[in-house]
């Protein structure tokens, strides 16, 4: 069944203190799924009400077509209703993390969902129990049950991975306590770790949470960046021993998982759930280290342009070019509207409606939630964007990322219905990166000089470094560790800190003299939330690898391309993501799609030092 799912894009703590003159316009409109919260709680009580209904299914799936359906719509109409409701209530929360009463709103939220899930675990058992042929003499039947037919197809594939109702029901109602692992994580790194504050060469003081180091790390002046990695790694590495502990939780929690479920291994789990082959990912990584050199060549280009002999680990994030650029969100918002016009008027059109509709929470303010994403999990209505909107062009790349999401969720939502709307992480990052390779085609169109020219160039570079080395180099880490618990190994802290550095080392060419990886920096996996969420880093590189080959195929004006493209994001989740991409063209099993995209980091590095070089003769 469909699962509530917010496509988060960037972590962190608070919204930036910096104050815009908010209007109305600028604020999501919330009244659009439910005109109060007395309306929500309704909603949310009327669900809890009808669970019984899945109850009464429970042992009468079989008795013929007629019943057979009716339970199904039943499961998925509250299962629907369900997930407007969680959206409300997260959104509610997010918008002002202060307010007590939305954070009980969301807790009760996830009560119900919980209640859903122990009340539907019978589902997929006595599905495969009726077996292949019954199900099929009912849609004989019933052809209104065809739309069901993805679903059923996937229940009976996992029946391998399917335990008895009783088992499956324990299972579900495990899911209360094994979220453990990541809460404890969160509540120590975003409440409890004592974050220290730094004076900054211009005299100013600021404090070295999450949130600060994400700022200052990319300071402009050298000693400021120094001393930010300085102060706030060993802060990690004063907890490292209850953070390993965690993590070393949390993936024996997933060898748990693919254990009971008759998985091979952690990996095959997380991948067999939406039949992805193993080979997605292996291919993924051996393609990343063959061609690590073109990511040191980033790095000494990196090294050239800041004007610095031996180049640190606190060096990989200033921008290459500095810019005083400004972008107003309406800028922003026509920009990208101009960037995304080869996708045809009729996604325009629906982009433009959402800004004239108020489906975005644009800029940040005291107890909003930092960072961005797009929730497209209420079929009935729209999805929403949170943004944390600071007027510069990473936020305007943001924005044509998250509309990227939020473009996907609209067309799978009004294509599909809702048992196949609902697409997978492995497809979602594809449409946003798309986006961003639009824009940048729509910025570098108009860069006004080379300056301006070599700011974009080098925004895409750190895009690609970011997205693709980075993700990837996460992806090998969260194997490696998965591959030391199955074999029975322990892990500490500090074995993972030895692991992380010696793959930190060799993808930034530490024995090469390429960077140096000062030692206190390898702490680094401790903060990295998204090691909690379960071989799900991987899926940011793989999408940009298919969404470049995709964009460079669109923007070449290659037959079909437009046409394969926006079938992928109507298609949803009606097939097997994997073979969604196949239809499209695109098999990330192999070597191609990587190619491509070290081909074109390439290209872009070959345009700015033809740049560089004409600017010095």
Not at 140 to 146: F, N, S, V, Y
Not at 368 to 376: C, E, H, P, V
Not at 377 to 388: E, F, T
Request: charged share 25%.
């Amino acid at each position: 069944m469909r699962k509530f799912v917010i496509t988060i894009c960037t972590l962190g703590l608070l919204a930036s203190s910096q104050a815009f003159a908010e209007k109305e316009k600028d604020r999501w409109d919330l009244t659009h799924l439910y005109a109060d919260n007395q309306q929500w709680r309704a909603a949310i009580d009327l669900i809890e009400s009808r669970l019984s209904e899945i109850q009464a299914c429970q042992g009468h799936l079989g008795d013929d077509a007629m019943t057979f359906k009716r339970c199904l719509d039943t499961i998925f109409e509250i299962d629907k209703q369900l997930s407007q409701a969680q959206s409300y209530a997260s959104m509610m929360s997010d918008q002002d993390t202060k307010v007590a009463k939305a954070q009980e709103m969301d807790q009760k939220a996830s009560l119900v969902a919980t209640g859903f899930s122990q009340k539907t675990s019978f589902l997929s058992p006595e599905i495969l129990k009726l077996g292949e042929d019954k199900i099929l003499s009912f849609m004989e039947q019933d052809p209104d049950l065809l739309i069901y037919g993805h679903f059923l197809d996937d229940v009976l594939r996992q029946a391998p991975h399917t335990l008895s109702e009783s088992e499956e029901k324990i299972i579900a109602t495990a899911g209360l306590v094994t979220d453990t692992p990541y809460n404890v994580y969160s509540i120590l790194a975003n409440a409890d770790v004592p974050w220290p504050t730094v004076t900054l060469s211009d005299g100013s003081t600021v404090r070295l949470d999450q949130a600060g180091y994400s700022k200052h790390r990319a300071a402009p002046n050298r000693a400021d960046r120094k001393l930010v990695f300085n102060t706030f790694w060993p802060m990690w590495q004063n907890y490292s021993r209850t953070f390993g502990t965690s993590l070393y939780s949390q993936v024996k929690r997933d060898s748990f998982y693919a254990k009971v479920r008759n998985y091979p291994n952690s990996l095959a789990s997380a991948l067999g759930a939406n039949k992805i082959p193993e080979a997605v990912y292996h291919t993924l990584i051996e393609q990343v280290n063959a061609n690590l050199d073109t990511l040191h060549r980033y790095f000494k280009l990196r090294r050239k342009m800041l004007g610095i002999g031996e180049m640190h680990y606190y060096d990989i994030y200033p921008p290459l070019v500095k810019s005083d650029l400004s972008f107003p969100i309406e800028k922003g918002k026509q920009l990208f509207l101009d960037a995304v016009k080869p996708l045809g008027k009729s996604y325009v059109d629906v982009a433009r409606k959402g800004f004239d509709n108020r489906w975005m929470d644009v800029y940040p303010r005291a107890g909003k939630r930092s960072g961005a994403y797009s929730n497209g999990s209420a079929y009935d209505v729209h999805p929403y964007i949170l943004m944390n909107y600071n007027e510069d062009y990473d936020d305007v790349s943001t924005l044509a990322h998250e509309w990227g999401h939020t473009m996907h969720s609209w067309l799978a939502n009004t294509s599909q219905p809702y048992v196949t709307a609902d697409y997978s992480i492995f497809t979602a990052e594809i449409a946003s990166t798309f986006n961003e390779a639009l824009l940048l085609d729509k910025m570098l169109s108009e860069a006004k000089n080379d300056e301006e020219r070599l700011f974009y160039l080098g925004s895409a570079l750190e895009q690609l470094r970011g997205t693709f080395y980075r993700q990837a180099m996460f992806a090998e880490f969260e194997l490696k560790i998965h591959e030391e618990v199955e074999k029975g190994e322990a892990l500490s802290g500090e074995s993972m800190t030895r692991i992380y550095a010696d793959i930190l080392k060799r993808y930034h060419g530490h024995d090469k003299g390429v960077v140096v990886i000062d030692e206190p920096y390898t702490i680094e996996w401790a903060y990295i939330p998204h090691f909690y969420y379960n071989f799900y880093v991987y899926q940011y590189a793989t999408s940009l690898a298919a969404s470049s080959l995709l964009a460079d195929r669109v923007m070449a004006g290659e037959a079909g391309a437009l046409e394969n493209y926006l079938g992928l994001l109507k298609a949803g989740g009606s097939d097997y993501p994997y073979e969604l991409l196949l239809a499209a063209g695109v098999d990330l099993a192999t070597p191609a799609p990587y190619q491509s995209l070290v081909k074109r980091m390439n290209a872009i590095m070959d345009e700015i030092e033809t740049i560089l070089k004409r600017q010095r003769s």
